[in-house]
Structures are given as C-alpha cells and as structure tokens.
C-alpha cells in the first residue's frame, strides 16, 4: 500500500516538524518532501554539505542543480513551485499532504501548477509526542539550562538588602522585574540555551499568568519566576516555574503556597499511562474548590484555577497533549508533560504557579525537574 506524499515547506528554526524531519537548523525555508516513506531534502548550495553530515537520513538534493535542469528543459521560471512540481511529477505524483501552517500563497502557485496539496487532519507528526530515550535527554538538558538560570535569578534575590519602602536593592540599585529577568537570561545564554520571554511578575503582576513582569520588585510579596529556554543545539524546550517570597510571607500566601504544592503532588499521583488528561485538571480542581479556593471572575477579573494543568513540552514549547478542562488527549508512556497547577488571588497580593516536568513511562511518572521548592529566600 503506498503511503502518502508528505510536503513541508519552511526553514527548520521555526517550524518544529520540519526540525523533528531533517533534525538540522536551516534559517532559510526550504523543500521536505517524504515519498513512501522516504525523506528528501532540496537544499541551497550553502546548507549542502551540512546537511549530508546532519541529515544522514534523507536524500540532499541541490536546488541550484534542479534549477539548471529546470532552465535547460526550457522553463521559464524556476522557484519553489516549479522545483517542487518537478520533484513530484517525476515520481508520477500530482498530490501531497502539508500541514496547517503551509503557505497560502504557495498552495495556490502548485494549484495553478497541477499539483494538488491538502492539510493533514491532526498532527503532522504524530509521533512526535511520544519522546524517545534521546529526546527525554534533550529535553532534560534544556530544562537544566532553566534550572541554572532559575538558581542564578534566586541568588540574586537572596543577595538583595531591603530599604525602608520594602524595595530590594542589589548592587545599590532598586531590583526590577526587567533587571532580574535580564539575569536569568544571561545564565541562560551561557549555559547554552535560547531565553525567551521570561516571567518575573511580582505581587499582583502575578495574578495575570502570562505577564512577564515589569517595574520594582518588593520585599514581602509573591514573585512568579517561570523560566522556558530553547537549546541552541538541539531546539528543545524545558519549562520550570517557582514562586518564591524575599523576606516575609503572609500567612495568606503562605498557605496558598502549599495548597499549590499538595495540587501539584495530586497531579503526579494521577498522570498515568492511558489516563484521561482532562481528569488530572479535574481532581486538582475540585482539591482547590473543596479547600476553599473558589475560581472565577471577581469584578470583572478571573481569580482562581483558571489554566490548564499542564502542557506537552519538545520542539514546542506548548505541545500535545494538553491538560485542562477542554482536552480529549490520553495520558500515553513517552509523553513529556509540565505539571503547573496555580492560585492567584488579587485580594491576597499576588500569585502563587509551581512547574515541574514529569516523564510518563510504562510504570508510572518521572519527575525531571531536580529544582527545589522554597517559598521564603
């Protein structure tokens, strides 16, 4: 039975299943095509050689070379619609599968040229959820690389002395949300990985799980530090999340802390081989709401549980399967999935998101996250 002809077109920097194909970076977009489950590459001159050493794997075609042959048969033009017509028509085939991201314009340039493309309906690359031993390595030292930033930011913190008006000051200075987070970065970089965003939300900047954080840091309250740096070598993704408290906590948030901690233990006792995604959100939701933790829109503001427990991680910093209230995913061995349940109350102060990445196998859940957990530095 012959498989179907799949069809990228992109550069592998950002699209992560072009990346998961030829397992190379290539700034620039260029041609995949897999014939009966063969890959091959159509490639400038400048990556040629590179990738015959990377991408052992496919067959590394010159696109300057198709091009000459194009302009030797007497075509007039010869960009990537006619490169990948030739490629196609001279295996007999008229039709690829590409995925959803595909280029528009492109699908109607092959369309005017014979050549049929439709979206694949799910993922691209189904198995690119299901993490080999080689890819849990990956993903291992990219979270290692946020765990380094994440030391360095905590540090930092540590090394701070408080003044008068509960700002903390670090080499004389008043510590900002953007002077820390330009820390954390730095460690990054150095250890390797690509920083991206960081979140260093401070009190009720906390409360939006999503903000990166701006402005004075204060003594006394929450700080939201949620680190997700890229590998430079290998593109994978780690993601690690700690709240910590310089000074003082309230008790408010103190025990908001460790209600979070007893929820993310809940869901590690729940991901499991085959287990329904949507139910480990469930169980943490229904442990908030019956220790008191209601969730939900409070003047016009959402307070609460309100995201997702969790998210696949890999070439992608947010891949499948998911773990919120809306999933259909199942929980499968060799999934790599983040672990955040998060309370954030806007009366209390701030916020408090614990994040760790568990490891699904046959037997039960790893965790890989070695980063301790301190509410108080």
């Known amino acids: 039975m012959k498989r179907e002809t799949l069809l990228i077109v992109a550069d592998s920097e950002r699209c992560a299943d ?21 890959p091959q590459v159509v490639l400038s001159d400048l990556e040629i050689d590179r990738a015959r050493h990377a991408a052992p794997h496919c067959r590394v075609v010159s696109l300057t070379q198709l091009q000459k042959k194009l302009r030797d048969d007497g075509a007039k033009k010869t960009g990537l619609p006619q490169v990948i017509r030739h490629v196609l028509r001279s295996r007999g085939i008229s039709k690829a599968t590409v995925p959803h991201c595909f280029p528009l314009g492109l699908a109607r340039e092959l369309r005017r040229l014979k ?14 959820q299901i993490k080999c ?10 979270l290692m690389m946020a765990e380094v930033g994440l030391a360095e930011g905590i540090q930092a913190l540590k090394s701070c002395k408080i003044d008068r008006k509960r700002r903390l000051i670090y080499h004389a200075n008043p510590l900002t949300s953007e002077k820390l987070r330009a820390i954390i970065d730095t460690a990054i970089v150095q250890a390797g990985g690509l920083p991206a965003n960081t979140i260093v939300a401070g009190g009720r900047q906390g409360c939006d799980p999503h903000e990166r954080g701006y402005g004075l840091l204060r003594a006394n309250e929450p700080i939201i530090l949620d680190v997700f ?9 780690g993601d690690i999340t700690r709240t910590v408290v310089r000074g003082k906590a309230t008790e408010a948030i103190r025990k908001l802390y460790h209600t979070v901690e007893r929820a993310q233990e809940i869901g590690f006792e729940n991901i499991r081989h085959n287990a329904s995604a949507k139910e480990v959100h469930v169980k943490i939701k229904e442990f908030f709401e019956q220790d008191g933790y209601k969730s939900g829109k409070v003047n016009g503001r959402m307070q609460g549980f309100f995201h997702g427990t969790g998210h696949g991680v890999g070439l992608e910093i947010h891949e499948r399967p998911g773990m919120g209230p809306n999933t ?12 955040e349940p998060g309370l954030y109350y806007w009366n209390l102060g701030g916020g408090v998101r614990l994040e760790d990445m568990a490891l699904i196998t046959g037997n039960g859940t790893r965790n890989l996250t070695k980063f301790e957990k301190v509410l108080e530095v």
Request: hydrophobic share 40%.
């Open 133 to 142: 031993a080689a890819e849990v390595k990956k993903i291992s030292a990219a």
């Open 229 to 237: 740096p890229r590998s430079q070598k290998t593109g994978y993704f």
């Open 115 to 128: 050549i049929k493309v439709k979206p694949k309906n799910g993922a691209f690359f189904p198995e690119r």
């Open 18 to 38: 072009m990346l998961y194909a030829v397992g190379m970076f290539v700034p620039d977009p260029f041609i995949y095509v897999q014939i009966n489950g063969q």
């Open 328 to 339: 259909t995913d199942t929980l499968k061995a060799g999934h790599v999935v983040t672990v």
